[in-house]
């Protein structure tokens, strides 16, 4: 079945980058989205950034200027490109697809910024 796999995720200190990287099962140009999300405890999963099949990009505002999503169609995975990280970024990432009849989620990778 299909299946996004994320890799990347960690510890890393105030200021400092970390990539994040979201594998798909098959070629990704079956999916019209990719994305990321992120949730912490107590709190609604939030859109982190989108990048459709068109290459149109979609970030959050507090994310903006300091991210960057992209999409790798010979290694079929959605990047997700972190950088001036804060503490308020700690989070669980969640890997996001959709294509015209369904969607998938990733399992989560757990991204901590320490101060």
């Known amino acids: 079945q299909a299946q996004l796999v994320e890799s990347g995720g960690g510890v890393v200190q105030a200021g400092g980058s970390l990539r994040l990287s979201c594998a798909a099962s098959g070629s990704i140009s079956r999916f019209n989205t990719m994305g990321w999300y992120r949730q912490v405890p107590g709190n609604q999963r939030e859109l982190v950034a989108t990048?459709?099949?068109?290459?149109?990009?979609n970030y959050a505002d507090s994310v903006k200027g300091r991210f960057t999503i992209s999409t790798d169609n010979a290694k079929n995975t959605v990047d997700l490109q972190m950088t001036s990280l804060k503490v308020e970024d700690t989070a669980v990432y969640y890997c996001y697809a959709r294509y015209t009849l369904s969607f998938l989620w990733g399992q989560g990778t757990q991204v901590t910024v320490s101060s």
């Open positions: 990048i459709t099949r068109g290459g149109t990009t």
